[in-house]
Nanobody, 118 residues
Framework: QVQLVESGGGLVQAGGSLRLSCAAS????????MGWYRQAPGKQRDVVAS???????NYADSVKGRFTISRDNAKNAVYLQMNSLKPEDTAVYFC????????????WGQGTQVTVSV
């Protein structure tokens, strides 16, 4: 059983910063991918950023240069530092873990609301 627990969402003014955290527990493969997705009302869930166990990262074009993903492999934790936030960043942010033999299974956190006001 794998569980993901997120924290760090909230309300911030445009131009501000927030840091999201996610801790995974349970049976997790040594090689995995952790990431953040977001879903705005009426829209599909899209990937924001991903980070492999090796440290390789990928970002959605809309957040490049503003968001930074990092991880602590010893803690099975992933973080998302969000700077220069815009109203269009408003969404529920979900932590994701891809773990296990190919094809890896997706695990999701409960989601945390990020609201950016003008």
């Amino acid at each position: 059983q794998v569980q993901l627990v997120e924290s760090g969402g909230g309300l911030v003014q445009a131009g501000g910063s927030l840091r999201l955290s996610c801790a995974a527990s349970g049976s997790i493969s040594s090689r995995n991918v952790m990431g953040w997705y977001r879903q705005a009302p009426g829209k599909q869930r899209d990937v924001v950023a991903s980070i492999w166990t090796s440290g390789t990262t990928n970002y959605a074009d809309s957040v490049k240069g503003r968001f930074t993903i990092s991880r602590d492999n010893a803690k099975n934790a992933v973080y998302l530092q969000m700077n220069s936030l815009k109203p269009e960043d408003t969404a529920v942010y979900f932590c994701n873990l891809k773990s296990g033999p190919l094809p890896p299974r997706d695990y999701w956190g409960q989601g945390t609301q990020v609201t950016v006001s003008v």
